[in-house]
């Protein structure tokens, strides 16, 4: 009977550890999303200053005085949509090499989560810095005046309450607008931005902002 006893309680231990994992797993995999499609309240300069660190501590190479970033966001949600077609010709543009300025991807995902999706899809980029878990950079974005972005409209379905709209509209508020990039300088001036989202290929402003960064060769790859 005492064996019986025991046998039933590592039983009993071992699934309540399998299903703390697993609820642990859930936990993390929420939290990864949730920095997919919402901002953090977190200052600019908070934001800026782990961008340096970031771009330091892998590029040391990359920080010149007067330099410009072509700063493009992506994730793995945006990827086959617009994501991927847009960094294979940002990457070709960064192999022609500009001293005026470097091209960097930045995601929230964690490295290893990163590598192993552009893996799967079989993208690789051999040009650019790329820069992972960069959820304070990307919020601090939003918190930066310089940086302008089109209110999504928002649309309610006729039975829903006035108190879950007000929470819909807390939600909208802190929600991401992808696809996103921006060009900054190095003392982390935003000297570009669009204020709606548009295929960075079709963007004609964005296109004539990199005619004063960029020899006529590196254009002509977006052309």
Request: net charge positive.
């Amino acid at each position: 009977m005492k064996r019986l006893l025991i046998c039933f309680l590592i039983i009993s231990v071992g699934f309540n550890i399998y299903f703390l994992i697993r609820k642990a797993g859930r936990i993390q995999k929420e939290k990864e999303q949730h920095k997919l499609h919402y901002f953090k309240d977190i200052t600019y300069e908070e934001g800026y200053k782990h961008f340096s660190d970031q771009l330091v501590k892998k590029y040391p190479e990359a920080i010149i005085n007067n330099n410009h970033y072509i700063i493009y966001m992506w994730d793995s949600i945006m990827f086959d949509f617009f994501n991927k077609d847009e960094m294979k010709a940002l990457d070709s543009m960064a192999s022609i090499g500009n001293y005026k300025q470097e091209y960097v991807f930045a995601t929230e995902m964690e490295e290893k989560a990163s590598e192993n999706f552009l893996k799967r899809n079989k993208a690789e980029f051999k040009n650019v810095k790329m820069l992972y878990d960069m959820d304070d950079y990307i919020s601090g974005l939003y918190h930066n005046p310089d940086v302008k972005f089109t209110k999504p409209k928002q649309f309610f379905a006729k039975n829903t309450s006035e108190e879950n709209k007000e929470k819909l509209r807390k939600e909208f508020s802190t929600w991401k607008k992808k696809p996103f990039y921006i060009i900054m300088d190095s003392k982390g001036k935003i000297s570009f931005n669009k204020g709606k989202s548009i295929s960075i290929l079709k963007d004609s402003l964005f296109l004539k902002k990199l005619t004063t960064l960029s020899t006529a060769k590196t254009r002509e790859i977006l052309n």
